[in-house]
């Protein structure tokens, strides 16, 4: 059975916003390893090594890096995961949200 577009047009226009962006930034802390940091930047933020490195060296640098930038509900889901996975290591590792610009 074929159907036409006129089958399914009702004459509503509907307006579908964009979610907004977050930022997830990752904070410097004195006991969590550089290591650890690239192992989340890999497995929670699906970075390549390369990149994951390159984060974990602004971090220890500038006291902060990017890890990502996601909507809402994925930036707050990956940084859960990534703080219970630090928890359970016995790091103090903090992340938090920034609305992108």
Do not use: W
């Amino acid at each position: 059975m074929a159907f036409r577009k006129e089958q399914f047009e009702t004459g509503v226009k509907t307006n579908i916003k964009k979610p907004s962006l977050y930022k997830v930034i990752m904070h410097n802390d004195d006991y969590t390893t550089m290591q650890f940091v690239v192992e989340l930047l890999t497995d929670i933020f699906r970075k390549r090594k390369e990149e994951a490195m390159q984060i974990m060296l602004n971090i220890h640098r500038k006291g902060y890096g990017v890890a990502g930038i996601y909507p809402r509900e994925i930036a707050e889901t990956k940084i859960d995961l990534a703080h219970v996975k630090a928890k359970e290591r016995g790091y103090p590792l903090k992340c938090t949200l920034e609305k992108e610009n």
